[in-house]
């Protein structure tokens, strides 16, 4: 398959710990990175690899992977994380194709 | 710092050929694996396809008959041509770079480092 699956939404309180996960066969196979994208700018990469975050990415992020699900927790939850969070990864097909997940809209209450 | 910035129309017909080139700076275009990515207002991201600096492409296969992806390594550009297109093609359309890692067992991981703002692209006549 070529599908990655993403909740639509999630919400989480001001400093508390959220997960957003991400389904697919090429799970299996690739690590997922993960993008935020704010309204009216593009995405920005938060996530890539087994957990390695970009240089000035705060360390309350962080990735995970079991099986088919890949997470990416935000461990006491700022107001301006507050975004859209999409995971991507290449398809397991073996034809090198790339895949996004449907996203995940994020609310800090 | 490497970045990336898109150019081209922001209005085109139906039926008509879209043309968008990006311009990196900062960086050299001769490395790395270089994509077009779009997203339809209030929608989610849609990858159209990479190219590599030696010229090999891929393609989203639901688009492939309409794509063209190309790059030019002394202007430092690659470019998304797009073919018959109608209101359903109106997005953001980005260009990113595509970066990958090696893990213990020798397996790459893919994913996108460096971004454009995007350009909106708008299908009406």
New interface residues.
């Given amino acids: 398959s070529s599908e990655l699956t993403q909740d639509p939404a999630v919400s989480v309180a001001l400093g508390q710990t959220v997960r957003i996960t991400c389904q697919g066969d090429s799970l299996r196979?690739?690590?997922a990175?993960w993008?935020q994208q704010k309204p009216g700018?593009?995405?920005?990469?938060v996530i890539?690899?087994?957990n390695?975050r970009?240089s000035g990415i705060p360390d309350r992020f962080s990735g995970s992977s079991s099986g088919n699900t890949a997470s990416l927790s935000i461990t006491g939850a700022q107001a301006e994380d507050e975004a859209e969070y999409?995971c991507?990864?290449?398809d397991s097909s073996g034809?090198?194709?790339?895949?996004?997940?449907?996203?995940t809209k994020l609310t800090v209450l | 710092q490497v970045q990336l910035q898109e150019s081209g129309p922001g209005l085109v017909k139906p039926s008509e050929t879209l043309s968008l080139t990006c311009t990196v700076s900062g960086g050299s275009i001769s490395s790395y694996c270089w994509s077009w990515i779009r997203q339809p207002p209030g929608k989610g991201l849609e990858w159209i396809g990479y190219i590599y600096y030696s010229g090999s492409t891929n393609y989203n296969p639901s688009l492939k008959s309409r794509v063209t992806i190309s790059v030019d390594t002394s202007k430092n550009q690659f470019s998304l041509k797009l073919t018959s297109l109608t209101a359903a093609d109106t997005a953001v359309y980005y260009c990113a770079r595509g970066s990958y890692y090696y893990d213990s067992s020798s397996r790459a991981h893919y994913y996108f480092d460096y971004w454009g703002q995007g350009t909106l692209v708008t299908v009406s006549s």
């Fill in positions: 196979t690739f690590y990175s993008y700018q593009a995405p920005v990469l890539y690899g087994k390695n970009p999409y991507n990864s290449r034809n090198h194709l790339e895949v996004f997940g449907g996203g």
